[in-house]
């Protein structure tokens, strides 16, 4: 089975350009959630969707959307981007733990890693 | 921001020691979990604890969780070489389908 696959796994873009990222989930999660990890620090979250809706956002700045299609798939968009945006974007997968509702046990991708000149 | 912080920030032990890490975080929790990632790769679900549990082993893991400390440890006995990467505290506190938010990590070498 499949785990979570990420694209691009490498990229770079100048200032001021725009980026699609993708990840396709597990077979049968329907919730993604995404990430961007700064070289040193931990994983800061940025969206997560459920059902293709928007869940839970963390603290960004509009040039950053993303949405999830019928088929559970994602894709985070950067807009305007920014030597800061350089990191690594995690896309992670999750469904419930049996016996701990409401747990979010996430399956994660390699990630993408984006680099901004 | 990050929700938690660990403790210590990198952390140097021999193979066969035991290695612990500390986790604090800052407002009431759902569950707890611990995820380990090797050099810049994807994260890797090791253990959750749920807040009305306080302590969980799975393996060579043990985490205790105490929520009037809003803090949570994590021991990893007899170090393997392959042991080495960073590992993250990560909570989930308003359960569902909310965001799980990560600490800063450890940075765990063990060597060989």
């Known amino acids: 089975d499949a785990g979570v696959t990420q694209s691009p796994t490498h990229l770079i873009k100048t200032r001021g350009q725009q980026v699609t990222l993708r990840c396709s989930p597990i077979s049968g999660h329907k919730s993604v959630s995404w990430y961007q990890q700064v070289l040193g620090q931990g994983p800061q979250f940025i969206f997560q969707y459920y059902e293709k809706e928007e869940r839970g956002r963390g603290n960004f700045p509009d040039r950053f959307s993303a949405r999830q299609f019928p088929n559970y798939s994602s894709e985070l968009n950067v807009n305007a981007l920014l030597l800061g945006d350089s990191a690594l974007y995690l896309c992670?997968?999750?469904?419930?733990?049996?016996?701990?509702?409401?747990?979010?046990?996430?399956?994660f991708g390699a990630g993408s890693r984006l680099t901004v000149l | 921001s990050q929700q938690g912080e660990e403790d210590p920030q990198a952390l140097s032990i021999q193979e066969g020691e035991n290695a612990t890490m500390n986790c604090s975080y800052k407002t009431s929790i759902n569950n707890l979990q611990w995820y380990r990632q090797n050099s810049g790769r994807g994260l890797v679900h090791l253990i959750l604890i749920r807040s009305n549990e306080r302590e969980k082993h799975s393996g060579r893991l043990r985490v205790t969780l105490d929520t009037s400390k809003k803090s949570s440890s994590l021991l990893i006995t007899a170090s393997r070489a392959a042991d080495t990467a960073s590992y993250f505290c990560?909570?989930?506190?308003?359960?569902?389908?909310?965001?799980?938010?990560f600490g800063t990590g450890t940075k765990l070498q063990v060597i060989p």
């Open positions: 990560a909570t989930d506190w308003n359960g569902g389908y909310q965001k799980v938010t």
């Open positions: 992670a997968s999750s469904t419930e733990v049996q016996g701990a509702p409401g747990a979010n046990v996430l399956t």
